[in-house]
């Protein structure tokens, strides 16, 4: 830090993203990309638009908002599009909490949510998961606090049923409860229609995973008419284009090759359970997934090792120190021939380790 940086940062832990190494080539498994690359209609529509790059692009991001309204049954009033769901978070955090206005989440969650407590000086409360990382709707009822929750949860890929999120948006209707759904195309249960019923619920999706655009960058927010119009304040005071062309471009020829995408997550469904199956054969205790990626230990290797073990080996995974979570490493589902990769590298490092 330099001695012009402001003594309120001092403690401010950044968030670390997942290693995106370019010294040699790996199996990434660390960052729950899609391994898939976008449809072909999106690299033709990107293309068609780069001609256009010495414009701004449209701050209000109409055509795809109304695209976005049409497919989830809203009004573009109801949509916000962010540049990832990272910055609509960052947005959230800043337009609804404050000191006057803590927020809670999970103890095991997206690491994302107690870094924007910090930078904005938010206080946050994380609520322990239940045994087995269960998350128990009702530790989050009258809180009188504001909520963020990962439906499904990030990094354990359990998630938890529409109905517990009504409860909880209906016991804190005071607070903003913000539903962070960047995994819910992969089997978990959206909780979208009852944005028409409660005007605090926020919900938040991105193209990063299952819509294969994780580098294009765009998150898009779901809710009342009333929480979009806050969002957008915010926005307007930061940075008005803060979707590019190329990604409005991109976004759009995505939502028109559904066929494609729902294809690779079937397939993603198919890897999850064959990787599954061969994990459990060799011992290891996977936590049940609705999502593109598993939450696995092995009973012979603990997880800080397993991680060291398998990147010498050329395969990436996530791991993380924190105690409750340290046997534990996350695994993105990738291609068939991905996972039996993983997989023939796992059974390298269990024979090595007995
Ligand atoms: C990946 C992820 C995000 C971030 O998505 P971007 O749209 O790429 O910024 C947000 N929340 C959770 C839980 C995630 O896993």
Same mark, same amino acid.
């Given at each position: 830090?330099?001695?012009y940086?402001r003594a309120c ?6 968030y670390v993203?997942g290693e995106q190494p370019?010294?040699?080539s790996y ?9 898939f690359p976008?449809?072909p ?9 780069v001609k256009?790059?010495?414009?701004y692009p449209d701050?209000e991001g109409?055509?795809?908002?109304e695209?976005?309204?049409e497919?989830?049954g809203?009004?573009p009033?109801?949509?916000f599009?962010?540049n990832?769901?990272?910055?609509l ?6 337009a ?10 999970p103890?095991?969650s997206?690491g994302f949510?107690p ?7 938010v206080?946050?409360t994380?609520i ?6 269960v998350l ?7 809180l ?6 990962? #439906?499904p949860?990030a990094?354990t890929?359990r998630a ?20 962070d759904?960047?995994?819910i195309?992969?089997g978990g249960?959206?909780?979208?229609p009852l944005?028409?019923?409660?005007d605090?619920l926020?919900v938040c999706?991105t ?7 994780a580098g ?8 009342s008419?009333g929480?979009?119009?806050d969002?957008?304040k915010?926005?307007?005071?930061t940075?008005s284009?803060?979707? #590019?062309?190329?990604t409005?471009?991109a976004?759009a020829?995505t939502?028109d090759s559904?066929?494609?995408y729902?294809e690779?997550?079937k397939k993603?469904?198919?890897?999850r359970a064959y990787?599954?199956q061969?994990l ?5 205790e996977t936590?049940?997934s609705?999502t ?9 290797v603990?997880?800080e090792?397993?991680y060291?073990?398998l ?6 995974v996530?791991h993380w #120190?924190k105690p409750?979570i ?6 993105t589902?990738g291609?068939?021939e991905?996972?039996d990769l993983f997989?023939d590298?796992?059974?390298?490092i269990v024979?090595?380790?007995?």
């Amino acid at each position: 830090m330099s001695r012009y940086m402001r003594a309120c940062f001092d403690g401010l832990e950044a968030y670390v993203p997942g290693e995106q190494p370019q010294d040699r080539s790996y199996v990434k498994l660390n960052t729950n990309e899609s391994p898939f690359p976008p449809a072909p209609a999106v690299l033709a529509a990107v293309d068609a638009e780069v001609k256009n790059l010495h414009l701004y692009p449209d701050p209000e991001g109409r055509v795809l908002r109304e695209k976005l309204a049409e497919q989830y049954g809203v009004r573009p009033e109801n949509v916000f599009l962010a540049n990832g769901s990272d910055e609509l978070l960052s947005f959230a955090f800043l337009a609804f909490c404050g000191r006057e206005r803590p927020v809670a989440f999970p103890n095991i969650s997206y690491g994302f949510y107690p870094v924007y407590a910090s930078l904005y000086q938010v206080p946050y409360t994380e609520i322990p998961l239940r045994e087995g990382f269960v998350l128990a709707a009702e530790d989050y009822c009258g809180l009188n606090r504001n909520i963020v929750l990962a #439906n499904p949860n990030a990094p354990t890929g359990r998630a938890i049923p529409a109905r517990d999120i009504e409860e909880i948006v209906r016991a804190n209707p005071d607070h903003v409860v913000l539903i962070d759904e960047a995994y819910i195309d992969f089997g978990g249960e959206s909780c979208l229609p009852l944005i028409h019923r409660y005007d605090n619920l926020l919900v938040c999706q991105t193209f990063s995973k299952f819509r294969s655009l994780a580098g294009g960058r765009l998150g898009y927010a779901l809710a009342s008419q009333g929480l979009i119009g806050d969002l957008e304040k915010i926005k307007y005071s930061t940075n008005s284009y803060n979707v #590019n062309r190329l990604t409005l471009a991109a976004a759009a020829a995505t939502l028109d090759s559904g066929g494609y995408y729902e294809e690779n997550g079937k397939k993603i469904q198919e890897n999850r359970a064959y990787t599954t199956q061969e994990l459990a054969g060799l011992g290891f205790e996977t936590l049940p997934s609705v999502t593109n990626f598993i939450f696995t230990r092995c009973p012979a290797v603990e997880g800080e090792a397993l991680y060291q073990a398998l990147k010498s080996k050329g395969v990436l995974v996530r791991h993380w #120190n924190k105690p409750e979570i340290a046997d534990w490493c996350r695994v993105t589902i990738g291609t068939r021939e991905q996972m039996d990769l993983f997989l023939d590298k796992v059974r390298e490092i269990v024979k090595e380790a007995g």
